[in-house]
Structures are given as structure tokens and as C-alpha cells.
């Protein structure tokens, strides 16, 4: 039998699913959630019900929102005219968290014919019918070689507009150490060199 | 205006207020909560409420417990005559997955006249009305000065009474390097040392 109540060990459980939490810090989670006082539980609890039955997708740009329109496209301080197409809602954040004041758009996905992801799998579409007016389109994607794939057929579909269309710059990490840096990524840095004078 | 909808929001609070838990590793967590099934997030956020409400202390050893005598206290298969004397519920996983197979007995905290923590603040005295017919306490708390203090109150309280008084070993953590270890612990491991012929 366990040493533990079952309605911890299911809460032990829950966090040890978490990418990341395995079972050890999930017991010092588990424990620690024990001490915290009654009303953050309660809160948390009623947070993680509500998630489930208010949170939708933007009809816009399929960001998370509790409203049709995200909290994003329905700033009026925001510039609607830059969009930043990213792969998923949470990329979001981190672009926020950098000072963009433009728009987003979540793709939903990469492109990956093996896996039988094709264009219509991805929120293209809802994408090209949001450029009117629209000055640049940032595609905020990874490296990897469905994020290339994906930012090859965006460009094509989108280069008969006119506009700016751009992609996150590739180099050497802020900070990073020459000596820690793989080949290909010191080649980008150096093929893709900034003139500084 | 946060990128986030407010439900999202106090997710990601309540999980970055868990310790060793950043605001980074919560933004993670909570958009990756928002991809599982709702089976599971009604399930995890269920057990959240009735911890609060279910969970109590037993009452002979202090540990967790969702009725009057907790998972430990109530097996046959124990050997209650061996008590492991612990600072908190959460230390109880610890030992009992060495394998230990006596009972376990919770102080609720160690003396410390420093923050105004003296004997009466712990479950002492239950501790000392558990002590009919037990063979060997325990025990087993940490190596900080308020652990040694209450150590050695333990043991000067104990000592009358006609059984075996153990704490855990000190010395070389098992795979140690011997030039990582302090000064402090390899002393004690060169005391302590164990006859192996």
C-alpha cells in the first residue's frame, strides 16, 4: 500500500505528466501544494476547469482567447499591419515578451509531408485572407527542416503581394562562446554576416 | 494588455509560485496543460479540491492521511515496533521507498529557540506515548544545528527507556568524487568509519 493518501498520489500523478516533472519533483510539488493555503489551491483548481470550458482559439489569428477576438488583435495600440507568423499559440509569448507591437498569426503546425501535414492542415488560408494592407509578414519559425519547408512554400505564396516578408536572423546566440558553437551555426553566422560600419 | 487570456494567466502564476518553478518553466507548463485532454485536467483540478478538504493528519503519526489512521499505521504487514522519526510528511516517501518497512513518526518541524520553536511545538509527546513495546527509533532528520538539537533532545528524552536510539550515518554520498566532498563531511567519514574485516 502506498505511504500516501490517493488523492495526493492522483495529484502526484497529474504533475509527473508535465514535460519535464518527473516523479521526484512532482512529490516535492505535491508536498509543497499541501502546505499552500486553501484559497490558491481553490483558485488553481477552479483555473484548470475554466481553461478547459472558456479558453477558444482566435477567430482571427488562433492565438488562446476567452472571446472570439484575442486579447492582441482587439488592441487598437497594436500595429495590425506587421504579422508575425509563428507555429504555435505559445510561441506568442516569447515574441510578446520582446517588445513586438504587431500582430500574430499561429500557424497550428509545420508542414511535414511524411507525417501528412499538408497546407490545408495549417491556418494558411485565414493567414492570406488577413493581408490587405498588411506592410510586413515576419515568419517566426524555427530551423528545423519542416520549419524550412514551411517558410519556403509561405514565401512563395506570399511574395506575389506586395510587402516586406522576412525570417528570424540565424548566428550565434547572445553570450555564446565560439568554442561552444556547432559548424553550421558558426557557417549562418558568417554567411550572413552584419555589416557594422 | 497581456497576450494571454486571464484563465491562462493564473495558471501560470499559480504554477510559477511552486518552487523551482520560473515564470519561463510555468508559461511551458500551462500552455502544455492546455493541449491535454479535459479528462485529465478535470481529474487533476478534482484532486486538487478534495486535497484540501480530504486530507488530514493521522492520528498516531502525523503523516498525510484521508481517514483517522494514515496508509502506514493501518498495514498489518508493518513492523510497528521500529519507529522512523521524521521533521516532515514529505521526508516519509524518502524512507519508505529504501525500502524501510516499520512505522514513521512526524515532528512537524525541529527546535529552534532562535524562531521561538521549543519541544511543545512538536509532536513529541505523541511521539513519546508510541514508545510501548518499540524495539528501535530512528532517527532521521537532517545534519542542519536545529537537526542536532533536536537530535540530542530526542535522544536525552529517549534514553530512559529501554530500546535502541539510531541516527542516519554521515559520510561520502554514494558515487561521490572524494576531491568534490567538504572538509566538514569527509571528517565525518573518516570518524565514522566502518570495519570491513
Known sequence: MSALPKTLEKIIDSLSSLPGIGRKTAQRLGMYMMKMDDDFISEFASALVDMKDNIYSCSKCNNFCESDICNICSDPNRNMNMI???????????????????????????LSPLDGI??????????????????????????????????????????????????????????????????????KSFTERVAIN
Open 118 to 187: 499538408s497546407p490545408e492542415d495549417l491556418s494558411i488560408d485565414s493567414l492570406i485572407s488577413r493581408l490587405d494592407g498588411v506592410e510586413e509578414v515576419i515568419i517566426a519559425i524555427g530551423t528545423s527542416v519542416e520549419a524550412e519547408t514551411t517558410s519556403l512554400y509561405l514565401v512563395n505564396l506570399l511574395k506575389s503581394h506586395n510587402m516586406k516578408i522576412s525570417r528570424l536572423s540565424q548566428g550565434l546566440p547572445v553570450g555564446g562562446q565560439l568554442e561552444y558553437i556547432d559548424q553550421a551555426t558558426l557557417e
Open 84 to 110: 508575425c507568423v509563428v507555429e504555435n499559440p505559445s510561441d506568442i509569448i516569447l515574441f510578446d515578451n520582446t517588445g513586438f507591437n504587431g500582430s500574430f498569426h499561429v500557424l497550428g503546425g509545420l
